[in-house]
């Protein structure tokens, strides 16, 4: 874990600038190669494991019945809630979250909400009255760079895989809901119309030098970042750009054509992974 404390000296900053200067970087990657990603999943539907390099994220997603917002009467909720643990890194504080758990809280629920990958209106049971609202949990248990990317891909394989009770309506008035055990009948997946990839680029050298899924080394050196959030059709769902100077719109341009072929190629690793189904040793 002895990245964990690291904090770069001047020549150790020279020298990962440099290597970028010659497409190279410190664990021997191209500019726009990803780490090795590895999904799994655990017993329970609408649990998943994302290990991104050393980055290592844990997703949970679960479900009750409440009360819809009065100007959504017909459409569920979903919320994304980000638990940073000072095992995954020393500068996070246990208790209450800092700004880069709000900050990735934001940019996830942005991607995923705002784009409307999940079906709201499929998880209303009595319009008003009762509706399915989903929390997704997101748990950091090692930051080793681009916990964003990471994060995003958790709570997809999460969504991915978890499955609501079944509802009737019934009772003396009609109104009541019954909630019926898994074991009496099958549990319904959420519907899931695209899967907004999160995709993070780190900036080098006044923006002229680009890299793709950062390690914990190189966003301590960076310049600024972006994460381009699309889906495997191309169809851009959200961009945040947080610090640095600014960016050439042409090397943006460049970034979303290369997010383009990322988001495919994970969402395709993201669903192979769905139908091999959880991973359960002898």
């Known amino acids: 874990m002895e990245h964990l404390r690291w904090r770069p000296t001047v020549n150790e900053r020279a020298f990962i600038e440099r290597s970028l200067e010659s ?3 410190v ?19 609408g649990s998943s494991e994302v290990q991104l390099g050393e980055t290592h994220v844990l997703g949970y997603v679960t479900a009750q019945l409440v009360q819809p917002y009065r100007d959504r009467p017909n459409e569920g909720t979903l919320a994304i809630f980000t638990e940073f643990s000072p095992m995954a890194d020393p500068v ?16 996830i629920d942005r991607g995923l909400r705002e784009s409307r990958a999940v079906d709201m209106e499929s998880l209303c049971v009595v319009a008003g009255k009762h509706v399915w609202s989903v929390r997704v949990d997101l748990h950091i248990l090692d930051n080793g760079g681009n916990l964003i990317d990471a994060a995003n891909i958790a709570a997809l394989a999460a969504l991915s895989t978890f499955r609501r009770p079944e ?4 009772g003396d008035d009609g109104q009541q809901v019954i909630v019926h055990d898994p074991e009496a009948r099958d549990p319904i997946p959420l ?5 907004p990839i999160a995709v993070t680029f780190a900036y080098f050298g006044e923006g002229n030098i680009v890299v793709v899924d950062p390690t914990y080394k190189e966003e ?10 699309i889906n495997s059709n191309g169809d851009i ?7 640095g100077e600014g960016v050439m719109s042409s090397v943006v341009m460049q970034c979303l054509r290369i997010a383009s072929v990322k988001a495919a190629d994970i969402t395709s690793k ?5 139908s091999e189904g959880p991973q359960i040793d002898d």
């Open 23 to 25: 497409d190279l970087r």
């Open 27 to 45: 664990d021997g990657r191209h500019s726009f190669d990803f780490r090795t990603l590895k999904i799994t999943f655990g017993r329970e539907d």
């Open 92 to 107: 996070f504080e246990p208790g209450r979250p800092g700004e880069s758990a709000i900050e990735l809280g934001r940019v």
């Open 167 to 170: 509802c009737t309506i019934g």
């Open 191 to 195: 519907t899931i119309h695209h899967m």
């Open 220 to 229: 301590a050196v960076m310049g600024g970042r972006m994460t381009a959030t």
């Open 237 to 243: 769902c959200s961009i945040q750009k947080a610090g």
């Open 270 to 274: 993201i669903k192979k992974a769905v």
